[in-house]
């Protein structure tokens, strides 16, 4: 099934008066400023219900409006559209065994208690790796690209783990790192090379890269006036870390439009192929989407997330459910049961991180979507 725009709402099962309420929600946000702008893309059904950009760039007056091929930094939804997805590919062909210990193919990550940490761990964020550390201050600078990521891998296989595996689960870029490593050395090969060939190209997502060209730039959506850099960012990674590993790393980095993300999402609700193309079978995205259920009190599947009691998924999508956000503003939702995902796409670090306001607009914009449904269904058991 290939995603075509709905004819009108009602084909794809939605109410026309009601749909209007949700990018009311959207509007009311950039007035508020919780962002500049943003896209919104409602699919459901192999239909596409929504494309909606909605505010402009930057929050001047004379600001360039956003528009469908906008792009944008999508953060840690770069974890879940090129990581587990090529954690998926090699999971399938038999080259990386979720159960085995991490040290079988990072020999460095070793010492007291790592050696019961296994890929499925880094997957699911319940490794015991500590979440974050400010290694671009100290590992950074004018390094080769090489010797940065080399770098980064000894440190963080040297760290101590901060709780036992599978005791909780912690979300962690650090763990993410190491699991980018372990596809590199196993595919063989660079990740942004990897997702080019595995999954861009093959799902035609044309407008979706690593450190995308200068000559892209005004399309770019600007995310923060970066203390760090001395400069806004346009084009140029948001994570400091992804940064320092040279805008490619496993945990951030990529950037994207709402439309090439629809096709993904579509992808993962038709069980891991669109149109003629398939990326991985049905069993391996329902294996990956299943939230992990014997780590305590965690709402992680395998690189995903699931729907929990504060999600910004919101109230009404299903169990079953997976997606993801980013730091800079984006989520992706997707609801096998009712065949529909919501990708969401907005500059919300623009100018400063330190705006939190986008926090209430994806839970309220997502349930607003689901109202809007011809049939509503029943909000999750809390």
């Keep these: 099934m290939e995603l075509e725009k709905a004819d009108s709402p009602v084909e794809a099962g939605f109410s026309e008066a009601r749909l209007p309420a949700a990018l009311r929600i959207l509007d009311d946000a950039v007035l508020g400023q919780a962002f500049p702008g943003g896209i919104a893309v409602v699919g459901r059904g192999g239909k596409l219900a929504v494309e909606r950009p909605f505010g402009g760039l930057d929050y001047r007056q004379d600001a360039p409006r956003v528009s469908a091929d906008t792009i944008y930094d999508v953060a840690s939804l770069t974890k879940v559209v090129v990581t587990t997805t090529l954690a998926m590919i090699l999971y399938e062909k038999g080259e990386l065994r979720l159960d085995a210990p991490v040290r079988d193919y990072l020999a460095e990550f070793a010492g ?3 050696d019961r940490v296994t890929v499925a761990d880094l997957l699911s964020h319940s490794s015991g790796i500590l979440w974050w550390k400010d290694y671009y201050r100290s590992l950074g600078g004018n390094r080769p690209f090489a010797d940065v990521k080399a770098r980064y891998v000894r440190e963080i296989a040297c760290l101590p783990l901060d709780y036992p595996p599978r005791t909780k689960s912690v979300y962690s870029d650090l763990g993410f ?14 990740l942004d090379e990897l997702a080019r060939v595995h ?21 770019i959506a600007p995310t923060e006036d970066d203390p760090w850099r001395g400069h806004v960012l346009v084009g140029e990674v ?4 992804a940064f320092a590993l040279g805008g490619v790393a496993p945990h951030a980095g990529l950037f994207s439009t709402a439309g090439d993300l629809a096709v993904f999402a579509q992808t993962m609700l038709n069980g891991g192929v669109y149109g003629k193309r398939r990326v991985v079978q049905r069993s391996t995205v329902e294996l990956f989407t299943r939230r992990v259920d014997s780590i305590p009190e965690s709402s992680r599947a395998l690189g995903w997330d699931t729907p929990s009691r504060d999600s910004s998924a919101g109230r009404y999508f299903s169990p079953s459910s997976f997606g993801h956000t980013g730091f800079t503003g984006t989520s992706l939702w997707i609801d096998p049961v009712q065949h529909l995902f919501i990708v969401l796409l907005t500059n919300r670090v623009y100018p400063s991180r330190d705006n939190v306001g986008i926090r209430g607009v994806r839970t309220a914009f997502h349930d607003a979507v689901m109202e809007a449904l ?3 269904p029943q909000p999750r058991a809390r």
Aim: charged share 30%.
């Design 177 to 190: 790192i190491l699991l980018g490593e372990i596809l590199e050395r196993v595919a063989p090969g660079r």
């Design 374 to 376: 011809l049939e509503v």
């Design 238 to 241: 948001h994570d400091e870390n």
């Design 112 to 114: 007291e208690g790592k």
């Design 199 to 219: 999954i861009f190209e093959p799902l035609g997502m044309e407008h979706t890269s690593f450190n995308p060209p200068s000559s892209l730039r005004p399309k």
